[in-house]
């Protein structure tokens, strides 16, 4: 990567999402494959993914956001270190990480959620 290059920007309009996406004011989003009674889709060969598996260049997040494997497997380097996301694993990202996604397993069911930086939840709520 060049020496001025700017990392890729992931935020909310960057985010890849579908029909089963939940989208509350442009500033919260539940996406994923929450429903277990369907055959899950094969995210690795998904048109929406491409972006994020096929570039050689991480992210800069810009949003707080949550993931949570429900199966399979995602292989990504979050701040330098490689993690795998497994079954049942939760894993926070906070904004100014620097994240790329490796690899996605076939079997692979993520749910995301994230939030506009802007979005305050209060007490209140």
């Given at each position: 990567m060049a020496e001025n290059q700017k990392f890729n920007a992931l935020n909310l309009t960057?985010?890849?999402?579908?029909?089963?996406?939940?989208?509350?004011?442009?500033?919260?989003?539940?996406a994923g494959d929450l429903d277990d009674s369907k055959p899950s889709r094969d995210l690795s060969r998904a048109p929406s993914m491409q972006p994020f598996l096929t570039t050689p260049y991480p992210f800069k997040v810009q949003l707080p956001m949550i993931h949570l494997c429900l199966e399979g497997s995602m292989r990504i380097k979050l701040n330098l270190n490689e993690c795998e996301l497994r079954r049942n694993s939760l894993m926070i990202v906070t904004p100014g990480s620097i994240g790329q996604c490796l690899e996605i397993s076939a079997d692979c069911r993520i749910v995301l959620i994230a939030l506009s930086q802007d979005y305050v939840i209060t007490e209140n709520n």
């Open positions: 960057t985010i890849p999402f579908d029909e089963q996406a939940c989208i509350f004011e442009n500033r919260f989003i539940l």
